[in-house]
């Protein structure tokens, strides 16, 4: 079969790879591999994980079940035909994390995607440790944002807004929007910190109130907009901003830091300690009720999916599908490997 192969920092290819042909588990024929940030950094070096190359990367997954052994359909209640989902996340299942069902963050588990193979591929094996969703009510244009949306529920869980609570979320990406709209429908007023009109629209579209501002008025745009903030979602990556979060904050607010970081931030701990006494909370992918809201979410329309994916690309057209998501119009791209 065709598949996307890393071998090493900016050396990618499509080759002929190996059929998956496991024991137990299933396998998938890929419909959607969404491409991440974090495929991005794998292919260009720039990672903060212990990638091992080559890798097929790819860890957003949506697929169809083309074979499946019995213990595995009837532990996850899917059947050769499905389409379904897939936890990036194949845990131990032993440790602490995983006892108390953290599963995403389990220290000893294994990541698809970049420790086992990963969905931009035409066929994808899914280890029985797996946690798979079924995607019954969500549209094939949709379904390839599943992921990218469980990590949004997540950060907004991460954050806890009541009803009424000013949220500010840095960033109108895919997790940007989609945290917008979930944090919209619990009853938060949301505000949206982007960079353009056409970044503004889709704010617009899910709930929030767009702020755009230049890099030396941001403050005060969003002061002008809120008079103060009650939790931030940053999720831009941009570690330039997490300061920017830290002052807008009221004291006793919450800061959620959702991505990964190409650079340092420099923070005045004064400000989160003695100052203003800000819990500072990490997000990392999403737990396993997460993915189950957000197929909820996808197939109720709180959260239009097929609005957030903007450009589909064959395997033949992978590099233009790693390409950094700039631009105003460019959300998310998926790898459609079988298209």
């Not at 042909?21 to 994980?49: F, K």
């Not at 602490?96 to 931009?120: F, I, R, Y």
């Not at 029985?128 to 079924?134: A, D, Q, Y």
């Not at 109720?300 to 119009?329: F, K, M, N, Q």
Request: proline share 6%; glycine share 12%; net charge negative.
């Amino acid at each position: 079969m065709r598949a996307v192969v890393v071998a090493g920092p900016g050396r990618v290819d499509i080759t002929d790879v190996e059929e998956p042909q496991p024991e137990r588990g299933a396998v998938l024929t890929v419909t959607a591999a969404g491409v991440c940030a974090a495929d991005r950094m794998i292919h260009d070096g720039s990672d903060p994980w212990d990638v091992r190359f080559p890798i097929v990367p790819g860890h957003e997954i949506v697929g169809q079940v083309s074979w499946i052994d019995d213990a595995s359909s009837a532990q996850w209640g899917v059947r050769t035909g499905d389409r379904v989902a897939v936890e990036v996340k194949v845990p131990c299942g032993r440790c602490l994390a995983c006892q108390a069902d953290d599963t995403h963050l389990c220290q000893d588990g294994q990541h698809l995607g970049s420790d086992l193979p990963g969905a931009m591929a035409e066929r994808i094996a899914i280890p029985p440790g797996s946690r798979v969703w079924r995607t019954d009510g969500i549209d094939d244009a949709a379904a390839g944002i599943i992921e990218p949306v469980a990590c949004a529920v997540h950060a907004v869980r991460r954050l806890g807004p009541a009803a009424g609570d000013v949220v500010l979320v840095m960033g109108a990406g895919a997790i940007g929007s989609a945290a917008m709209a979930v944090a919209a429908s619990r009853g938060a007023e949301v505000l949206a910190l982007v960079r353009s009109q056409e970044r503004a629209q889709l704010a617009r579209d899910a709930g929030a109130h767009p702020i755009i501002a230049p890099g030396d008025g941001v403050v005060a745009a969003i002061r002008r907009a809120a008079g103060q903030v009650d939790g931030v979602i940053e999720c831009t990556g941009v570690a330039a901003l997490v300061p920017t979060a830290l002052e807008v904050v009221r004291p006793g607010g919450r800061v959620v830091l959702y991505g990964v970081y190409r650079a340092p931030a420099l923070l005045d701990l004064n400000l989160v300690a003695e100052l203003k006494e800000i819990d500072v909370r990490g997000g990392h992918l999403a737990p396993h009720g997460a993915f189950g809201e957000a197929v909820r979410l996808l197939a109720d329309g709180t959260v239009d999916g097929a609005r957030l994916i903007t450009h589909r690309h064959t395997l033949d057209d992978v590099l233009a599908a790693l390409e950094p998501a700039v631009g105003p119009t460019r959300v998310k791209a998926v790898l459609e490997p079988n298209r």
